[in-house]
């Protein structure tokens, strides 16, 4: 028994297009990779406040955030032109890494209502929104319960002088 061995040439080569021919002859490479890996994206801390922000408001039992004193203060800004429009991240603090996320935030929850399932909610509400629009991972959400919403309390921000 012989064994035959058959040589095998270059394997056969694509050819490139004419505009995509480099000096060579051969074909140039463009990056490498997917174009949507090229690059690197920041997010900054305000981006993520916004989006837990308004992510906690959306649950059931808060009736505000920040403390009664920073919503007092807020209030007058927003009243004032060009006084800007703190509202949204009033009460919530991000520290944002490359891939990781950490956030804390002072809530005021409605009277009746489960402090602890509130809280819960807003976990997974803010973790869900932050995760989903930024790809960060959220590695803590604090939630500090500054005060309670009476029904019979009236709103805490200051009434305008003009009619």
Known sequence: ?????QQKGPEPREKASPDERGRTGGPV???GGDPGTRGRTTIADGVVEKIAGLAA?????VHAMGSGLSR????MRERVPGGGDKSV?????AEVGEV????????????????EDVARDVREN????????????VVEVNIAVSDVKLPE???EEPETRLQ
């Open 1 to 5: 028994m012989t064994e035959t061995t």
């Open 29 to 31: 490479r463009r990056g």
């Open 57 to 61: 408001r959306d649950v059931f039992g």
């Open 72 to 75: 007092t203060f807020g209030a």
């Open 89 to 93: 991240t009033r009460g919530v603090k």
């Open 100 to 115: 990781q996320t950490a956030l804390d935030l002072e809530i005021v929850v409605v009277y009746g209502v489960s402090i």
């Open 126 to 137: 803010v973790i869900a929104a932050v995760e989903r629009m930024t790809g960060l991972e």
């Open 153 to 155: 309390e009236e709103e």
